[in-house]
């Protein structure tokens, strides 16, 4: 089986289209935790991976601290200035409010609220107005999280925003490739 494929039985969040007949039967929290467990991962990508496959609200503490400081790492690599260079403590808060951010869009993956990602509205019988069951945070929104003006964040911060979405994007890679093999020999052996 594909690895996307073996990957959304996973989530607890996704679309669940259990009409269809066929597939895998849908795996336990605790196997995926396990799966997890014995995968040879990065601690943030272990966290991560607890958060959104298995729904465990307990390490959003560690991996909350953990974005935060791969964020500000992220931003020494590329030579990000501070966004606010006469304050450090409101720089920092930033920083730290911008990992948030990155976390909520890992795990929430911007599902629509409306249709909850299947893209049709069931109350009116008619398509969503978002995209594909996707709405992404408004970028003003996300300025005002962050404690910027959304002039600021449209500029600079929005670029460097998705470019930290994407490299951490990268935990849900590690994941895939570190664990499919071991829910496919579980599929096998059950």
């Known amino acids: 089986m594909a690895n996307a494929s073996v990957m959304a039985l996973l989530g607890h969040r996704t679309v669940q289209h259990d009409a269809i007949p066929g597939g895998i039967s849908r795996l336990t929290a605790e196997d995926v935790a396990g799966a997890l467990g014995m995968a040879d991962i990065s601690r943030e990508a272990y966290l991560f991976g607890l958060l959104k496959y298995v729904g465990d609200k307990t390490v959003i503490h560690e991996l909350d601290k953990l974005t935060q400081r791969a ?3 992220f931003g020494l690599r590329n030579k990000w200035r501070a966004p606010f260079a006469d304050d450090d403590k409101r720089s920092m808060f930033f920083f730290l409010q911008l990992g948030r951010l990155v976390i909520n869009e890992l795990v929430g993956e911007n599902i629509c609220p409306t249709c909850n990602g299947t893209g049709v509205y069931i ?5 969503c107005s978002c995209s594909n069951g996707r709405r992404p945070m408004p970028k003003a929104s996300m300025a005002k999280f962050c404690g910027m003006k959304p002039e600021a964040w449209k500029k600079t911060w929005h670029d460097r925003y998705t ?3 994407a490299e951490f994007y990268l935990w849900e890679t590690e994941i895939t490739t570190a664990i499919s093999s071991k829910i496919n020999l579980f599929q096998q052996t059950s």
């Open 123 to 127: 109350a009116k019988a008619r398509k």
């Open 163 to 165: 470019a930290c979405v």
């Open 71 to 73: 964020v500000i790492l």
